[in-house]
């Protein structure tokens, strides 16, 4: 019952679509432009940077901070084995409810930001690589997706090695269910780049700072 509460709460809390209510704010419905999804992304290239940077933040901090209470609450209640159990399960709820808003006809973002968040709560040091590795990819490359996708990508491996070595608040028992909640926020952040995934085959995705 706790992983189903979980999983709703996230979700819940995902369906605050920042990128869509900004641009409401400013009479664009952004689902309309660029990409045509709410995240950041997509809001940076169409209400600019000011807009970019704080879609991201909030979406960031709505899986982010959650997650913060779940690990709090896990430790002060004994439950310390569970804490990253449960977090997975409240971002994987987040991610879903980002990227299927069921009120905005399940059109949302793609959820890197918020599984940027999950990642910043869920291990600094997996954390601190995923930020360099996005950096040098986005930085040499100018393709977010790219990195998004080796930010997950990474998150996944690491994540698997840490648990399976006994890094992690993850007993033995609970490892099959701790990598499959993993693989499925990756599955999920390449679910929804199938379309960036073909132009990066075929060398026309769009480059972030590049004009169309």
Same mark, same amino acid.
């Given at each position: +019952?706790?992983?189903?509460?979980?999983?709703?709460?996230?979700?819940?809390?995902?369906?605050?679509?920042? $990128?869509?209510?900004?641009?409401? +704010?400013?009479?664009?419905?952004?689902?309309?432009?660029?990409?045509?999804?709410?995240?950041?992304?997509?809001?940076?290239?169409?209400?600019?940077?000011?807009?970019?940077?704080?879609?991201?933040?909030?979406?960031?901090?709505?899986?982010?901070?959650?997650?913060?209470?779940?690990?709090?609450?896990?430790?002060?209640?004994?439950?310390?084995?569970?804490?990253? &159990?449960? +977090?997975?399960?409240?971002? %994987?709820?987040?991610?879903?409810?980002?990227?299927?808003?069921?009120?905005?006809?399940?059109? $949302? $973002?793609? $959820?890197?930001?918020?599984?940027?968040? *999950? &990642?910043?709560?869920?291990?600094?040091?997996?954390?601190?690589?995923?930020?360099?590795? *996005?950096?040098?990819?986005?930085?040499?490359?100018?393709?977010?997706?790219?990195?998004?996708?080796?930010?997950?990508?990474?998150?996944?491996?690491?994540?698997? &090695? %840490?648990?399976?070595?006994?890094?992690?608040?993850?007993?033995? !028992?609970? +490892?099959?269910? %701790?990598?499959?909640?993993? !693989?499925?926020?990756?599955?999920?952040?390449?679910?929804?780049?199938?379309?960036?995934?073909?132009?990066?085959?075929?060398?026309?995705?769009?480059? &972030?700072?590049?004009?169309?």
């Amino acid at each position: +019952m706790i992983r189903v509460l979980l999983l709703v709460i996230g979700y819940c809390l995902g369906m605050i679509q920042t $990128g869509y209510l900004y641009g409401r +704010m400013k009479g664009i419905d952004i689902r309309k432009a660029g990409s045509g999804n709410s995240g950041a992304t997509n809001s940076l290239r169409v209400l600019g940077k000011k807009a970019g940077l704080i879609v991201f933040a909030v979406d960031l901090c709505k899986c982010f901070i959650p997650c913060l209470i779940v690990k709090a609450w896990a430790v002060s209640s004994g439950q310390q084995h569970m804490e990253d &159990i449960y +977090m997975l399960y409240l971002a %994987f709820g987040v991610i879903l409810g980002h990227n299927y808003p069921c009120y905005l006809n399940f059109k $949302g $973002g793609k $959820g890197i930001s918020s599984t940027s968040g *999950f &990642i910043l709560a869920f291990d600094l040091r997996i954390a601190a690589v995923c930020l360099a590795a *996005f950096s040098v990819i986005v930085g040499t490359t100018r393709y977010v997706s790219l990195g998004s996708l080796t930010v997950v990508s990474i998150c996944f491996v690491m994540g698997v &090695i %840490f648990g399976v070595n006994g890094m992690l608040s993850v007993e033995p !028992a609970n +490892m099959a269910e %701790f990598i499959i909640l993993l !693989a499925l926020i990756t599955i999920q952040a390449y679910i929804r780049h199938r379309a960036n995934i073909k132009r990066l085959l075929s060398g026309t995705e769009n480059k &972030i700072g590049a004009k169309k």
